[in-house]
T-cell receptor, first 113, second 117 residues
């Protein structure tokens, strides 16, 4: 399985944008980039996913490098509620383990008031 | 309703006990999952059910026994656990696990915090 590399932790100020990086230099052509987050004492929740083009939804934006070897999750205005562990996950829907999410260590985001 | 419910929220059991964890979803999803999460670690996949059949068992010890009685319910039967099995057990569901589509977003429940004494 292709691996991802994320910083262990990041800090942000409330109401400022946050850019969470993810490196995936061994990504294959059929790997989709998924982001999940896990708030304290909760199960993970889906944030966003993409393949090649940048993606936006109500929660965040996903910027994918042209060579697809890295991506960035963008929270446009961090709130205290965004403090969580953010996981960048590669998923190949055509692979032998379709639907499986293999979680890495993730980035723990702290948001300061 | 995009909710996955898990019961109980907390469970303390001895090493000789038998207990069960329950998970329920009413989103019409045909894939359900069990994950184990140790403190300060990422979730690890244990089992995958697709259309009520076990499709993946990630080499989980037999003291963990999953069951999918119908498309909305997923159980995890526990027997003769060890203290190192203490963890948060997460259930998730998704529309399907079929290949070829871009995303089958997984919806997670809040988990059952298990302590084995």
């Amino acid at each position: 399985d292709a691996k991802t590399t994320q910083p262990n932790s990041m800090e942000s100020n409330e109401e400022e944008p946050v850019h969470l990086p993810c490196n995936h230099s061994t990504i294959s052509g059929t790997d989709y980039i998924h982001w999940y987050r896990q708030l304290p004492s909760q199960g993970p929740e889906y944030v966003i996913h993409g393949l090649t083009s940048n993606v936006n939804n109500r929660m965040a934006s996903l910027a994918i490098a042209e060579d697809r070897k890295s991506s960035t999750l963008i929270l446009h205005r961090a709130t205290l509620r965004d403090a969580a562990v953010y996981y960048c996950i590669l998923r190949d829907p055509y692979g032998g383990s379709q639907g499986n999410l293999i979680f890495g260590k993730g980035t723990k985001l702290s948001v300061k008031p | 309703d995009t909710e996955v419910t898990q019961t109980p929220k907390h469970l303390v059991m001895g090493m000789t006990n038998k207990k069960s964890l329950k998970c329920e979803q009413h989103m019409g999803h045909r894939a359900m999952y069990w994950y184990k999460q140790k403190a300060k670690k990422p979730p690890e996949l244990m089992f995958v059910y697709s259309y009520e059949k076990l499709s993946i068992n990630e080499s989980v010890p037999s003291r963990f026994s999953p069951e999918c009685p119908n498309s909305s319910l997923l159980n995890l039967h526990l027997h003769a656990l060890q203290p190192e099995d203490s963890a948060l057990y997460l259930c998730a569901s998704s529309q399907d696990t079929s290949g070829g589509l871009s995303s089958y977003e997984q919806y997670f429940g809040p988990g059952t915090r298990l302590t084995v004494t």
